[in-house]
């Protein structure tokens, strides 16, 4: 397919309520031509919503949306959705049950143009052109998901919206259709953004990821910023497996059950200190006990009984096993540590 210049999307100091209900607060983003964001949050946050106010789907209450520097919505100015170039996947893929592969993928396109090369273009994008003929209701889910895709990016969008494309799909098929999906916009340099509630797809998809929470971007970060310094002890546990150890901060270093544990920044007091489970480390012997282990086969998660009600989650080698009531000591094996006062 022909790559077309891909735009970059600006969202200034946007708000959005239905009724009484304020769903979107001050909302500033910023997202670089060819570049795709991830935007997670837990459910109800907001992030739909967004979504639709960039597409146009929604009006926006204040604030302004930009797609390539031109103004969109806000200020007086409003853009019909299908002026925009701004392509969308929807959650349920929205597929129509009555019309063909073809006929679905060319319903955005030009009418001279539905059933020309754009169509079988776009489906052969996505690996289905053989089934251009074949009715929704007979393809599997991964196949439909495709389908929507194919017909999202057949009128060459500038922008392409995914909201939840693959929340519909089964695991197994789920991580397939993710990465070919993750491909292709890489290889069409479509500036993307995704909806997501699912922390492993966020950081799978996005270049940068922005964490909502109750109508707001709490943080904007690459996937490393996100996880390895959170800016909050909530978006610390809500973007992976974490230990918020309870410690006493002098300076350089935090006191903690398990031993001294190196800070990030000088910090004094009493403080959090965030662990991941991979930053740990399970030794032979000591007054630790392992209370259960979770065997995934390239790792082991182990939780330990550290005593003092504390109990910790450690990421392990799978090459040794633990069992349940194992006696272990536990260190701190990462680096500068995050810690929250």
């Known amino acids: 397919m022909e790559r077309v210049d891909a735009r970059g999307v600006v969202v200034e100091g946007i708000d959005k309520s239905f009724g009484d209900t304020s769903v979107l607060r001050g909302i500033d983003l910023s997202v670089a031509p060819g570049q795709s964001l991830a935007l997670l949050g837990p459910s109800g946050c907001g992030k739909t919503t967004l979504l639709r106010l960039i597409a146009g789907l929604e009006r926006p209450d204040g604030g302004e949306v930009r797609v390539g520097g031109e103004l969109m919505a806000g200020g007086g100015a409003w853009v019909a ?15 129509f049950p009555h019309l ?9 396109l030009p009418r001279a143009e539905r059933g020309g090369a754009r169509v079988l273009e776009a489906l052969d994008m996505v690996g289905l052109a053989d089934l251009v003929d074949r009715m929704p209701e007979t393809l599997s889910g991964g196949q439909q998901q495709r389908v929507a895709l194919a017909r999202a990016i057949a009128p060459r969008p500038t922008v392409l919206l995914l909201d939840e494309p693959f929340s519909n799909l089964d695991s197994a098929l789920r991580a397939g259709v993710r990465s070919d999906v993750h491909r292709l916009l890489v290889d069409l340099e479509i500036t993307s953004i995704f909806v997501t509630h699912d922390q492993e797809e966020a950081f799978v ?41 309870s410690g006493t901060g002098h300076g350089e270093f935090a006191d903690t059950l398990v031993g001294p544990i190196p800070l990030a920044s000088s910090t004094h007091g009493t403080l959090q200190v965030l662990v991941r489970p991979e930053d740990l480390e399970v030794r032979p012997d000591g007054a630790a006990i392992v209370t259960l282990t979770e065997y995934y086969g390239h790792d082991m998660m182990i939780s330990v009984d550290l005593g003092n009600e504390t109990e910790v989650q450690v990421r392990t080698s ?24």
């Open 100 to 108: 063909t592969v073809g006929r679905n993928v060319g319903y955005g």
């Open 205 to 245: 998809l996005g270049d940068e990821v922005a964490v909502m929470q109750d109508g707001r971007i709490e943080q904007v970060g690459s996937p490393q910023d996100i996880y390895r310094t959170p800016s909050s002890s909530w978006i610390a546990s809500f973007v992976g497996d974490v230990n918020l150890l």
């Open 81 to 95: 959705p299908e002026k925009r170039n701004v392509g969308m996947v929807f959650q349920d893929w929205a597929l």
């Open 318 to 341: 799978a090459r040794r096993q633990w069992t349940r009531g194992d006696p272990v000591s536990v260190a701190y094996v990462g680096e500068a540590a995050n810690a929250f006062v």
